[in-house]
């Protein structure tokens, strides 16, 4: 049903362009019978040129007079007629907006939407979008699609093309409290609907596999509920899974003869390892074997025999000290032991291989130490695999590895412009998709990421950000970045994100889907295609 | 006073503005009320009553106060019946428009209207049918007159405003937007003329 004020005949008009530049927006000025109260930052407008239809958002609204004398004695309550005569002659609204694209002639276009090129004429109408308008420009829900949510005031679906989406690396931020986790969980299930991409979840708080927690406490079901047999759910903490009655498919186990010096790099800060402690490591490893290295110093006692082998490797005393110290933070965990029986990450790539999604939960291993050094090692490795099999695939007849998106959180820790550089996921971020391998990072600092990976970045996701620097550094390098700013500064705390990037036609405010309830769960069946018997099988086991 | 009344004879007439005398006595249009009057049998002049003024009919002989002994003002009038005679009421219209091949246009005609001439109240249907178009107001406020032009539009707006009945308001903030339009420069004088129809405009 739609809302009475979007009649599809009659659009509503707003106003006229008054001045304008394509670098710099359109102004416009509002009908007085358009209030300036109605008006939206980030929604959608349409404005009739005298050849083209130019589609564009609100960016900014203010107010102006004709004289600044009406501003030395204003009109106010006590005199209505007057400030209903000066409305929209002396005393008007304007809208300041950001086009960005052009839709045909007629809503019917014969060519779909085109990057702007050019800016209206003088006096060209500008009408509130219709959900025809809309839908032209952001197509319809389809097995490339997915229904993300809806644009501000309107019930149109706006859907990401997901097949544009895993062709990079994508970023979903935003500060804490703003909804991510509900976002990437149903950017998730996107992906295991919609692309070809298996998904390789590092999963910090347990959010993603079996069930997760909304803010107010209930529960909401996440991948395996919903798709049980399309993702396994890995754990680092048995007990805590079994607990918290999470069906597992593995326990990952990690051994110490696993960590590489590589591995240590993007622990220093977590570790408080000095810079010469983190060099030393490659040495020792020289020294001792890749596998034994780190058995081998914890081993090493405080004698002769120890002092002569540093000094032989010209690492001061200090400097082992910390590393030492360090070392012995690892040893505690709890997944880790000297050696692991079997190999986790062969284990992770048969699953990946075979079409599953792999959903790695940490139990009570929540803090950052353990989250990186786990996500790290493992990722190194697959990317590896997936670096070998892929170079195979252009030599020979054998099909590449499946495309693999890995999700992060706590971007920040991994892509900060220190470890960026020598780190598999600064790596990743900036091959896009040479081995297959993308990301997803999820951060609620993206300015601790370093400004090369962002600019990587292909389709962002931010709900709302209020750090200035913050704001920046997601918006480096977006044309019409002045004004996005505004209409990012203004998201709502929840359920309201700012969208743009490869994977839409233009930046889009949307009010995302609900997620949570049991018409949310059977919505996401409907749009996909399963077999009638097992929708109908699946459902009923949902609603019990 | 009836809708369509004749309200006086043309006694002066040129271009832009002409006067008229009234038959009797005060029988005055209204300020600002919208009268008509023709150069030829074919062709309608339109305009404004902007001035109206009662006195003697010779130009050098002054009234003398004659009512001291009354007791009321209808009294000194039966009393002295000659002053039917020696007194003239006239009014001074200010030209704005004039009816051609069935259009009404809202600049000067090509002629002044004709001595002798009847000039006519215009009806509450002529009055609606040539407000729709508020060009006028442009040439109004352009005019030189002893009674100011925001007095003038004002009272010219009051009377319009009242052929509309329940639209009145409507039509009376539209006219105050084309001032608006038309006075961006001086928001002093807008202010002035909408003063002069905030009561009216009282919806």
Avoid at chain 2, 116 to 145: I, M, P, W, Y
Wanted: proline share 4%; hydrophobic share 40%.
């Amino acid at each position: 049903m739609m809302p009475s004020r979007e009649n599809l005949e009659t659009p509503r008009r707003l106003g006229v362009v008054i001045e304008g530049s394509l670098t710099h927006g359109i102004e416009v000025k509002l009908d007085g019978s358009a209030s300036v109260e109605d008006m939206a930052v980030g929604r959608y407008v349409t404005i009739q040129g005298k050849k083209r239809r130019f589609f564009g958002m609100i960016t900014d609204v203010s107010l102006g007079v004709v004289d600044q004398r009406i501003n030395v004695t204003p009109a106010d309550a006590s005199e209505p007629f007057l400030a209903e005569v000066l409305s929209g002659i002396s005393t008007y609204g304007t809208l300041h907006i950001l086009p960005m694209l052009t839709i045909g002639t007629d809503v019917v276009g014969a060519e779909g939407p085109q990057p702007v090129k050019t800016v209206p004429s003088h006096f060209s109408a500008v009408n509130v979008a219709s959900q025809g308008d809309v839908e032209l420009v952001f197509g319809g829900e389809d097995e490339k699609k997915f229904y993300i949510g809806t644009p501000l005031d309107m019930e149109t679906k706006i859907c990401l093309d997901l097949a544009e989406f895993v062709k990079r690396s994508n970023g979903i931020f935003g500060k804490s409290g703003t909804g991510k986790t509900f976002l990437t969980r149903l950017l998730l299930i996107g992906m295991l609907q919609k692309s070809t991409a298996v998904n390789l979840v590092f999963d910090m708080h347990n959010e993603y596999g079996w069930e997760g927690r909304s803010e107010s406490g209930y529960k909401v079901k996440a991948l395996k509920q919903l798709f049980p047999e399309r993702v396994a759910v890995f754990t680092l903490d048995e007990e805590s899974s079994r607990r918290r009655r999470v069906s597992t498919d593995a326990v990952v186990r990690l051994g110490y003869d696993d960590i590489e010096p590589e591995d240590i790099v993007l622990l220093r800060q977590t570790l408080n390892l000095t810079e010469p402690a983190v060099q030393a490591t490659y040495q020792l490893a020289r020294r001792f074997g890749d596998k034994k290295w780190i058995q081998a110093c914890l081993n090493m006692e405080n004698n002769e025999e120890t002092q002569a082998l540093l000094k032989n490797l010209n690492i001061h005393e200090a400097t082992f000290g910390n590393l030492r110290r360090g070392l012995e933070a690892i040893r505690r965990l709890p997944f880790l032991s000297p050696t692991a029986q079997e190999n986790p990450v062969e284990r992770i790539l048969k699953y990946l291989d075979s079409g599953m999604n792999v959903v790695l939960e940490f139990g009570r291993y929540t803090d950052l130490t353990a989250y990186i050094l786990v996500a790290n090692l493992l990722s190194r490795r697959i990317y590896n695999q997936y670096r070998e099999r892929t170079e195979k695939a252009l030599g020979e007849e054998v099909k590449p590895p499946r495309p693999l998106v890995i999700t992060i959180e706590e971007a920040h820790k991994f892509l900060n412009p220190e470890v960026a550089n020598q780190t598999i996921f600064g790596t990743i971020a900036r091959e896009m998709r040479k081995y297959n391998v993308t990301l997803l990072v999820i951060d609620q600092r993206p300015s601790g990421i370093d400004e090369e990976v962002m600019s990587q970045i292909g389709t962002k996701i931010t709900c709302l950000l209020d750090n200035e620097r913050d704001i920046d550094s997601v918006l480096t390098g977006v044309s019409g970045k002045n004004e996005l700013r505004s209409v990012l500064a203004r998201l709502e705390a929840k359920q309201q994100v700012l969208i743009f990037g490869h994977a839409v036609p233009m930046p889009v405010v949307v009010r995302t889907r609900e997620y949570g309830s049991a018409e949310s769960y059977k919505s996401l069946f409907e749009s996909n295609r399963l077999d009638s018997q097992r929708i109908e099988k699946e459902i009923q086991d949902l609603w019990g | 006073m009836e809708d369509g009344l004749r309200v006086g004879e043309v006694i002066e007439s040129c271009t832009t503005d002409f006067a008229a005398q009234c038959y009797e006595l005060y029988q005055l249009p209204p300020l600002g009320s919208l009268v008509k009057a023709h150069w030829d049998s074919a062709a309608i002049l339109y305009g404004v009553v902007y001035k109206a003024a009662t006195a003697g009919i010779e130009p050098g002989r002054r009234p003398i106060a004659r009512g001291q002994d009354e007791p009321n003002e209808d009294e000194v009038y039966r009393s002295n019946p000659q002053l039917l005679k020696l007194l003239r009421s006239e009014f001074s219209v200010l030209v704005i428009g004039y009816l051609e091949e069935g259009r009404i246009r809202q600049y000067l005609p090509p002629k002044p209207a004709r001595i002798h001439g009847f000039v006519h109240l215009c009806t509450a249907a002529e009055v609606k049918q040539f407000s729709q178009s508020l060009d006028f107001l442009n040439f109004l406020l352009k005019s030189r007159l002893d009674i100011g032009v925001e007095e003038l539009t004002a009272a010219t707006l009051r009377q319009m405003g009242k052929v509309y009945g329940v639209e009145k308001h409507a039509f009376l903030v539209s006219a105050g937007k084309e001032l608006a339009t038309l006075l961006s420069a001086d928001y002093n004088q807008l202010k002035t003329i909408l003063k002069g129809l905030k009561n009216d405009a009282i919806a």
